[in-house]
């Protein structure tokens, strides 16, 4: 009989990378902080006033105080992380790398101006990014974001990451929510107030970080990371599309491990990921402050009935097997003759699938002749990720690059026109369903009001 999964916390990793499972002394000597606090730095008012943000750090010891008390943490081991904790000489982008890469639990104190900061937003998706692959890892949802309000901010106000987690604000209390901790701790008459909230949010950190139980990540280059924010206003669309083979239409020899009933079922990077591929890129499209779903190329209308504005920007995902099928070879063909620059090639290729390995110079060079447009077009990320994507990793490395050149290349491309009724002097909306939620200020899609990237090729290929 089989016993329960292990957790990841259960294994420790070998100098290859591998996984055995970890003794019950390595996870007892598990010192890694409970949780990051992620604020806003509120700028001073004048030169030499009080520290605007010594409320923030008070807060953050009183969390440390019960964290400590309530879990087994031996003397000298961080309960948690605040970016004052730095020291002047330290680099500050490795720390906070390293820090979110191995962290337990993220708490993003909200704020109108925490949304307005791209900074938080890059502490944010740096998290959310972990939290993702360990669910790729294991397909077992896990939430280990807790978020606490520092003044409230409407419900309208939050991106798409905040606003899609499930958390009840009221358990700590009414006022909290009304008020945020900086109203409760700034008022003596809310101590008591005060208190609840803090002693609930240290009980929810140190119950979500058993829970969910986020494993050590890679640390990441904190400079180059993308903010989970996003531009202004709610998430805005994004489709992922699959064009891969099912277990009914497999090549002939090609083995049956990475495919499901559906295109969207493909899973390239089995057996490091149990989760289809398609729902991990949706994850990270969503961390992103878009609105991602997801279909089959099968379902994707080839060739266009005329000349049509786009929609919404698109990611493509392309198993090279896919192509033995004449049909779907020559509807990617057909696809790629097209001129849709909005809409992102990513070919994920598995370093460790040996029949992929000893059949790619074979699909490499087919996908070149059927689709040769897309495989010279845009960004060096961007004809990269067309070239093939080696590893999970690699995927979530690139992905936010090819995300953000198909945004840029929906708002280049999407046709213009007045408003009914309206005289020339009206700002004039972009075409297509979704367009306006891209188009946030004013916009004239010309190449130069974006300024272009030097190695955006889309032109030069059409």
């Not at 390239?268 to 990270?284: N, Q, T, W």
Request: contains cysteine; proline residues 9%; hydrophobic residues 35%.
């Amino acid at each position: 009989m089989e016993g329960a999964p292990l957790r990841n916390d259960e294994f420790a990793k070998t100098q290859d990378g591998g996984r055995v499972q970890a003794s019950p002394r390595q996870r007892a000597a598990d010192h890694r902080p409970y949780f990051f606090l992620s604020y806003a730095h509120t700028p001073r008012d004048g030169a030499g006033g009080p520290d605007p943000d010594m409320w923030v750090e008070r807060l953050f010891r009183d969390l440390c105080g019960h964290v400590l008390a309530m879990t087994d943490l031996p003397a000298g081991a961080p309960p948690g992380f605040i970016d004052r904790e730095i020291r002047s000489g330290e680099g500050w982008s490795e720390r906070l790398g390293e820090v979110l890469s191995t962290c337990r639990v993220f708490v993003p104190l909200f704020s109108p101006r925490y949304f307005a900061s791209e900074m938080c937003g890059k502490e944010w998706y740096a998290f959310a990014q972990r939290v993702i692959y360990q669910q790729a890892k294991s397909n077992n949802p896990s939430d280990a974001i807790v978020p606490a309000l520092w003044v409230p901010v409407p419900p309208q106000q939050l991106p798409g990451p905040a606003e899609r987690l499930q958390f009840n604000h009221r358990d700590f209390g009414d006022r909290y929510v009304t008020d945020g901790l900086y109203g409760l701790i700034k008022l003596r008459i809310f101590a008591e107030e005060y208190e609840r909230a803090v002693y609930e949010l240290a009980k929810r950190i140190v119950s979500v970080a058993d829970t969910a139980a986020v494993g050590p990540g890679r640390p990441l280059d904190y400079r180059q990371v993308p903010s989970a924010f996003g531009a202004n206003g709610g998430p805005r669309p994004m489709q992922v599309t699959v064009a891969a083979p099912t277990h009914h239409d497999l090549p002939e020899g090609r083995t049956p491990h990475y495919y499901g009933g559906t295109a969207q079922d493909w899973n390239p990077y089995h057996p490091d990921s149990v989760r289809p591929l398609a729902y991990v890129a949706r994850d990270l499209v969503r961390s992103l402050n878009y609105q991602a779903d997801i279909m089959s190329f099968d379902d994707v209308a080839v060739p266009h009935d005329g000349k049509q504005a786009p929609t919404r920007p698109e990611i493509l995902l392309v198993d090279r097997w896919a192509l033995h099928d004449e049909e779907q070879r020559e509807r990617l063909a057909a696809f790629d003759a097209e001129h849709r620059p909005w809409v992102s090639v990513v070919v994920p290729w598995n370093r460790e699938d040996q029949q992929s390995r000893a059949a790619e110079t074979e699909l490499s060079e087919q996908l070149e002749r059927t689709m040769p447009r897309k495989m010279g077009q845009g960004r060096t990320a961007c004809r990269a990720a067309a070239k093939g994507v080696p590893s999970m990793e690699a995927f979530g490395q690139i992905l936010p690059q090819v995300v953000e050149a198909a945004a840029q290349q929906y708002l280049r491309h999407a046709a213009v026109y007045p408003p009914a009724g309206g005289s020339h002097t009206e700002r004039p909306r972009l075409r297509g369903p979704m367009a306006a939620e891209y188009a946030t200020t004013y916009y004239t899609p010309e190449t130069h009001d974006l300024a272009p990237d030097a190695e955006d090729t889309d032109d030069r290929t059409s």
